[in-house]
């Protein structure tokens, strides 16, 4: 594959929502579009559950006009970076203002921020579980004092089950790190737990019928990246390692200081959960650098 066919044109829309986390994503959203000469297109939502009665309508339009006067600043800062920047705030519901934002646009790339809560479905987590558009999600410590015009990606993780979701985010982590002159690394975690961990047969095996069976797994994982590899045309050798795939996959990007992590929406896992796949979900909650999440 040549660089020309690694550019990406793409239609960039970030959501914000005014608070301590807008300057993380817009900083962000700004560094992928210059990565790929795209407009950021600023979207807020003023989320409405219900039309607000019409004796309201004044208040409304205050409030709106007080967040453009703020959308217009972030614009500002945008185009001082000397990224192509527009803005656009929104009355209405926030999952169906996103979905048909997205709609209209046709969006390449998503760009949010994450927040989770205990007994319910965050609005960050509703967003990723049902916009079916790469979402790049600005989280953790490593985004943390990110600025507009300051953000670098130097080392990009992107986790593969072979599946064909991994494929495509195999795919666009190869894209992103031509475009950042990012190293790229490839990992596989063998799901060990769910043969091993109180299940009655392996309990049953003798060590040396454990040790068997733990060298052939190894042995097959490690023929699949291979091919893997090659069916992307990503030379660099990927890793194998075994466990609880989440875990393992956000310990490794901490230790090895990663910038991003790639990884599919849903991979040969679906059935451990409706909408979005349990390791994706896993890695989104306890990740400490931004995640890209391809459909």
Known sequence: ????????????????????????????????????????????????????????????????????????????????????????????????????????????????????????????????????????????????????????????LCSVDFSDNSKKAALVAKQFAYLFSADLQLVHVIPSHRIKEGRLLWKQLSKEERKTFDSAVRLGAEARLASFCKETEIEKEGEIYEGHPGEVITSLAEEGSYDLIVIGARGLSYVESVLIGGTTDAVLKSSNCPVLIVH
């Open 1 to 156: 594959m040549t660089p020309q066919d690694m550019t990406v044109k793409m239609r960039l829309v970030a959501g914000i929502d005014l608070g301590p986390e807008t300057e993380q994503v817009v900083s962000y959203a700004a560094l992928f579009a210059a990565a790929t000469h795209a407009t950021v297109r600023l979207l807020y939502v003023i989320d409405y559950l219900l039309t607000p009665p019409s004796y309201l309508a004044e208040y409304v339009e205050e409030e709106k006009r007080r967040e453009e006067s703020e959308m217009a600043i972030w614009k500002a800062r945008l185009q001082e970076a000397e990224v192509d920047a527009e803005c656009v705030t929104v009355l209405g519901r926030l999952h169906e203002s996103f979905l048909k934002e997205i709609e209209e646009t046709d969006t390449s790339l998503l760009v949010i921020g994450f927040r989770s809560h205990i007994f319910r479905p965050s609005s960050s987590e509703r967003l990723i579980r049902s916009l079916q558009v790469p979402i790049l999600v600005v989280r953790g410590k490593a985004s943390a004092r990110a600025q507009v015009g300051s953000v670098k990606i130097k080392k990009i």
